[in-house]
């Protein structure tokens, strides 16, 4: 009995000490401030209380016994952890405690969540080796969600917001010792940060850039096969897809003779590969003097006439504004130059030869039309500093011939 009183009045101060808001629900359905010294979770995990109260659980009244069981109204530790008391779950209880909620279709309507993660995960790599190999190396939902502070991924400070993401796979990917087991490299991280997608999503915010559950799937983690390569990456790049599709490296890709678009780009590095670099691609399936390696020079040498022409007709551009001339003409046909010139890409992707010389033209043209504009404007400027030539050889001889004039003049003064 004694006991007893003492904790009571342990839970009391710290319910006065403690200001993170309790769990007990209003009148409106949201999070009483005042603290619930009733429920004697609190006595012995106050340290979890914040953590849980920022999590999204927390906000639709879901508290310590409707994960871990037992008895919160109880103030004895034995009596507190009776019944269906779990405690700690394992990785795989973790799987089913999550799963009972998480699984059921009509309580996760009403959230919008969809409710087929579990069945995902059972497809996934990680759902392999944890469910049916008993590793338990392999993640369960906390090792990405956390246990208490559960975020939902639009927040910040989620482990599943999008710049979050790519660190929260490295934690074990990026772990040498445990990635060894399975024969997988740990530079995916460093590789993807530097990449096209790595530098869009970090550097730039563009959050419509594929993370890792872009390309691999979230719940359903899973690296693309061979011939299911072109397809993941047409989730975005629609148009380089069908052009990829149109080509001839599309049987070869569909076959699993040719990784699809990893064939000229890495999985992680997803590099650009620079105009003065497609032979050098080319190169590493083809032999340098066959018809394909061959094409490779042509396509390289189009493209790079084509980059040089917008770099000449740029700094055309950059020359008019500097003598103060109205380029909104130039400008848009420099744009209309840029257009064509990113439309080369869907050519390169389908070997379209024909089109690609189409384009390459188009864009001569345009940017020719911009520097024939500036050329002349400058031939312009040159002629109106020639003529200016005579206008100053008078003018300065009239200021001589006058200063002689009035040196006679005075000089005569000075006689008389």
């Known amino acids: 009995m004694r006991n007893t009183m003492r904790l009571a009045l342990t839970a009391g101060i710290l319910g006065w000490l403690l200001p993170a808001p309790a769990w007990s629900a209003d009148q409106q359905g949201g999070l009483s401030m005042a603290a619930d010294t009733t429920y004697g979770c609190l006595i012995c995990h106050a340290e979890k209380r914040r953590a849980f109260t920022l999590g999204i659980h927390s906000e639709h009244g879901i508290r310590c016994h409707d994960c871990h069981g037992g008895d919160p109204t109880s103030y004895e530790r034995d009596q507190a952890h009776r019944g269906r008391y779990i405690g700690t779950p394992g990785k795989l209880a973790t799987i089913e405690l999550c799963s009972s909620c998480h699984a059921d279709a009509d309580m996760m309507r009403q959230y919008g969540i969809p409710a087929g993660q579990l069945a995902e995960f059972r497809t996934s790599r ?4 944890l469910l049916e190999r008993r590793d338990l190396n392999a993640p369960t939902c906390t090792d990405c969600h956390d246990a208490h502070t559960i975020l939902p991924p639009e927040d910040g400070r989620s482990n599943v917001y999008p710049t979050n993401i790519p660190g929260t796979c490295a934690r074990c990917h990026e772990d040498a010792q445990l990635m060894q087991q399975y024969g997988i490299p740990t530079d995916q991280f460093a590789e993807y940060r530097n990449s096209a997608h790595g530098i869009a999503v970090f550097e730039r915010s563009n959050f419509a850039a594929p993370t890792c559950m872009g390309c691999h799937g979230s719940h359903a983690a899973l690296p693309p096969g061979v011939n299911e390569v072109v397809n993941v990456c047409d989730h975005c790049h629609l148009l380089i897809g069908r052009a990829f599709l149109q080509g001839p490296h599309n049987e070869p890709s569909r076959d699993g003779e040719l990784a699809g678009c990893l064939g000229c780009h890495s999985n992680h590095g997803t590099e650009r590969v620079p105009p003065d670099g497609i032979a050098s691609v080319c190169v590493n399936c083809h032999e340098p003097s066959s018809r394909a390696g061959l094409l490779g020079v042509d396509l390289q040498e189009s493209v790079v006439e084509a980059a040089a022409d917008l770099v000449s007709a740029e700094q055309a551009i950059a020359t008019l504004t500097v003598g103060g001339k109205q380029v909104s003409d130039e400008r848009f046909r420099y744009q209309t130059a840029v257009t064509e010139y990113r439309q080369m890409a869907l ?20 940017t020719e039309l911009v520097r024939t504009t500036a050329e002349v404007r400058a031939e312009r400027r040159w002629e109106h500093k020639l003529l200016l030539v005579p206008v100053w050889f008078l003018a300065i001889s009239a200021i001589v011939f006058a200063w002689f004039k009035f040196r006679d003049l005075a000089g005569r003064d000075r006689t008389s």
Do not use: M, P, T, Y
């Open 126 to 129: 990680h759902g392999e080796l």
């Open 347 to 366: 050519a390169l992707h389908s070997l379209d030869v024909d089109l690609l010389d189409e384009l390459a033209r188009s864009v001569r043209s345009n």
